[in-house]
């Protein structure tokens, strides 16, 4: 089946630098996207989401960015902390869904060095 | 804490035993999702609950699986029969009604670990 994919698996920054996290997803019917992040032990936490109407949106240290031309999908992290390590999933709605269910990629680890 | 809840948070099993687990979505929330997830992979879908109804059920969802939402509040998933590759991340989610754009908030979790 379709299903989104992330590009790496595992991500090592500086504490400080700018950390981009990509996804390449195949449903290009496909019309909402979210990020989430989910540490050991614990549920996946919302961080953004986009619509498929939109190329970039913003939220606080955070930036999505959305490129439908290439099925391309990424998180910026501004002034990475280190307790943004985690492991960040995306998650796709298909667009023929009713339910909003979510389709989610592999997920890559962030470790972030101090 | 009015986030989504599970209960219980481990649950160890002998092959062939039942199992239940119990979900509580944040109270204004009509849309219940259950997804599986395990080690080093993304969650995955396995039904959808709109108020008591039970709307979408994922191929994974095998005949062991039954999935409960009586009262359009809380949600029960049961597995009978468990079977070693049962092992996994349960994970609950609920949504507010309307658009389906709008983020799923998920609960803790129950880690199933069936010996």
């Known amino acids: 089946g379709e299903s989104v994919g992330l590009h790496l698996p595992t991500l090592s920054v500086q504490e400080g630098d700018n950390s981009i996290i990509n996804c390449a997803y195949s449903n290009s019917a496909s019309d909402y996207f979210i990020w989430y992040k989910q540490e050991s032990g614990k549920g996946p936490q919302f961080i953004i989401d986009?619509?498929?109407?939109?190329d970039k949106r913003q939220g606080q240290r955070v930036t999505v960015l959305l490129n439908k031309t290439v099925k391309h999908l990424s998180l910026q992290i501004a002034a990475t902390q280190p307790g943004d390590s985690a492991v960040y999933f995306c998650a796709e709605k298909p667009g023929s869904s009713n339910t909003g269910k979510l389709i989610f990629g592999q997920g890559t680890t962030l470790q972030v060095k101090p | 804490d009015t986030g989504v809840s599970q209960d219980p948070r481990h649950k160890i099993t002998k092959r062939g035993q039942n199992v239940t687990f119990r979900c509580d979505p944040i109270s204004e929330h009509n849309r219940l999702y259950w997804y599986r997830q395990t080690l080093g992979q993304g969650p995955e879908f396995l039904t959808y609950?709109?108020?008591?109804?039970?709307?979408?059920k994922s191929r994974l969802l095998s005949d062991r699986f039954s999935a409960e939402r009586p009262k359009g509040s809380f949600s029960t998933l049961e597995i009978q029969r468990t079977e070693q590759g049962d092992s996994a991340m349960y994970l609950c989610?609920?949504?507010?009604?309307?658009?389906?754009?709008?983020?799923?908030?998920f609960g803790p979790g129950t880690r199933l670990t069936v010996l």
């Open positions: 989610a609920s949504r507010a009604s309307g658009f389906s754009y709008n983020e799923q908030f």
């Open positions: 986009i619509r498929s109407n939109m």
């Open positions: 609950f709109q108020n008591e109804a039970q709307l979408e």
